[in-house]
Nanobody, 115 residues
Framework: QVQLVESGGGLVQPGGSLRLSCAAS????????MGWYRQAPGKQRELVAR???????NYADAVKGRFTISRDNAKNTVYLHMNSLKPEDTAVYYC?????????WGQGTQVTVSS
């Protein structure tokens, strides 16, 4: 069982920035494929960004150039740096760990972009 704990959400004005963090349990974190997903009210959960154990990344088109995913294997933590935030980025953001196709989820953290 892998436990994921997100932090860093909150209220931010359009154009602002936030950094989300996700701390993971487990001794083989470096082997996990980690991802950030989000779910807005009335919408399906969608992939925001993923990072493999080797550091390769991919992003949803809606966030390319604005969001950056990174990981610190020494701290068992994955980050999502979010810049130039827009109201449409408002959602609950979930951390995800993919371990040989076993999926684990965090509890989610709310990000609200509003003036």
């Amino acid at each position: 069982q892998v436990q994921l704990v997100e932090s860093g959400g909150g209220l931010v004005q359009p154009g602002g920035s936030l950094r989300l963090s996700c701390a993971a349990s487990g001794s083989i974190f470096s082997k996990y494929v980690m991802g950030w997903y989000r779910q807005a009210p009335g919408k399906q959960r969608e992939l925001v960004a993923r990072i493999t154990s080797g550091g390769s990344t991919n992003y949803a088109d809606a966030v390319k150039g604005r969001f950056t995913i990174s990981r610190d294997n020494a701290k068992n933590t994955v980050y999502l740096h979010m810049n130039s935030l827009k109201p449409e980025d408002t959602a609950v953001y979930y951390c995800n760990a993919d371990i040989a196709s076993l999926l684990f989820w965090g509890q989610g953290t709310q990000v609200t972009v509003s003036s």
